[in-house]
């Protein structure tokens, strides 16, 4: 005899529970694996929490011979970069999306982002060998030099020319997020209903007027959590990051002269730290670095399927 469902005249079958509870034994996982993650960074950088207080965010000296550590050096560098990554991609980013979205024909749209993709998907190390051996020196011989000469009057543009550095880790970092702010404007900007173009456009609107008034404003929330994720992005980069930005733990205050960031100080010293002090201010790094990434990306979360509803 078969059972029912109650209230109605379905056959009750056990597999629809035992999915549900699989697939929520499964969600369960992740977050218990995200808070594993978080108690265990904790817990080894309990030394150096103890030791150095709040003091750590804020101090400048990073000597393992002394054993004074103290994270701002790297805490700058990681946000100095992700900002100047920012600066040159999002506006580049939005510009294409808008063209791949609106003004683009299908032909020549759908291979360019097929490619954007195929940039996301490029491992770090390859940016990072192309930095240096690119970028690198194209910023020492030419960008560095062009810009003391025009806006050298500017602290941040002043000193010499090394090539690697502040800046040129930033304007990698600024490729590397590029093809997420492209990817997801773009998808947010084609989710907008057609109906709210027509309608603009038959007013007597322009192309520019309907993207400006109509498409931008309905994919703000989408565009933003995009920004976001990219955020993200750069402040975790490190092997590209490594490679050209010098690493030296001090605070530059230029752009040209070598850094540091919270990624590549790991990176670099972690298979060197000799004591547990050492060893744990490292560790304290990645758990100020986890938190941040942490809440930039549940930010960009929250934003994302926002967009997409309000298109």
Not at 216 to 228: A, D, E, Q, T, V
């Amino acid at each position: 005899m078969k059972n029912y469902a109650r209230g109605g005249n379905v056959p009750y079958r056990w597999e629809d529970p035992l999915f549900k509870g699989v697939t929520f034994l499964f969600a369960l996982f992740i977050l218990l694996l995200t808070l594993f993650i978080a108690f265990s960074l904790l817990v080894h950088a309990t030394p150096a929490i103890k030791k150095f207080g709040f003091e750590f965010l804020w101090g400048t000296t990073w000597d393992p011979v002394s054993e004074q550590f103290s994270a701002l050096p790297f805490l700058y560098g990681t946000l100095i970069t992700a900002v100047i990554a920012l600066l040159t991609a999002v506006p580049i980013g939005l510009f294409v999306s808008i063209f791949l979205s609106e003004f683009s024909p299908r032909w020549l749209s759908d291979p360019i982002s097929y490619l954007i993709d195929l940039l996301a998907a490029i491992p770090s190390v390859i940016y990072g060998i192309i930095g240096l051996f690119v970028l690198v020196p194209l910023m020492r011989g030419n960008i560095e030099p062009a810009l003391s000469n025009s806006i050298g009057f500017l602290p941040v543009f002043q000193g010499p020319f090394y090539g690697v550095g502040i800046l040129t880790a930033g304007l990698l970092l600024s490729m590397m997020i590029l093809p997420f702010i492209i990817s997801i404007s773009r998808e947010v900007m084609l989710s907008v209903p057609q109906t709210q173009r027509e309608a603009i456009l038959s007013l007597g609107a322009t192309q520019w007027e309907m993207v400006y008034k109509v498409v931008m404003p309905l994919s703000r929330s989408g565009i933003i959590g995009s920004i976001f994720l990219a955020l993200a992005r750069a402040l975790g980069e490190t092997m590209a990051v490594t490679m050209v930005i010098g690493n030296n733990p001090d605070i530059p205050l230029s752009f040209f002269e070598p850094g540091h960031t919270m990624a590549a100080v790991i990176a670099n010293e972690f298979t060197e730290a000799a004591s547990e002090l050492y060893l744990s201010a490292l560790i304290e790094i990645g758990l100020i670095l986890f938190l941040v990434s942490f809440v930039v990306n549940g930010i960009a979360r929250i934003l994302i399927p926002g967009g997409v509803r309000a298109a």
